[in-house]
Nanobody
Framework: QVQLVESGGGLVQPGGSLRLSCVVS????????MRWFRQGPGKEREPVAT???????LSEDSVSGRFIISRDIQKNTVYLQMNSLKTEDTAVYYC????????WGQGTQVTVSS
């Protein structure tokens, strides 16, 4: 049974940093492209960053140079290091298989505010 458990969110001031974690069970993150998504207030869910099975990474333009996706194969966990946070990064953040998706986890709330 696939389970995705996100954590690490919180309240942070603009310019601050957070590190999100996604503990995965039911499949090996090394064998699937994994992606972080986010859904801001009143917005649709959107992709943020992807790590492919071969370790290559890809970030959306809105977070390029600020967010870094990584994984720990032994811990079967995917991370999102978020730096230089902006108010527009406020959202619930989710991780999932890039495509097709598994059932969504509960997400983790990130609020960027002064």
């Amino acid at each position: 049974q696939v389970q995705l458990v996100e954590s690490g969110g919180g309240l942070v001031q603009p310019g601050g940093s957070l590190r999100l974690s996604c503990v995965v069970s039911g499949f090996a993150v090394s064998l699937r492209a994994m992606r972080w998504f986010r859904q801001g207030p009143g917005k649709e869910r959107e992709p943020v960053a992807t790590i492919f099975s071969d370790g290559r990474t890809l970030s959306e333009d809105s977070v390029s140079g600020r967010f870094i996706i990584s994984r720990d194969i032994q811990k079967n966990t995917v991370y999102l290091q978020m730096n230089s946070l902006k108010t527009e990064d406020t959202a619930v953040y989710y991780c999932n298989r890039a495509d097709p998706h598994y059932a969504w986890g509960q997400g983790t709330q990130v609020t960027v505010s002064s």
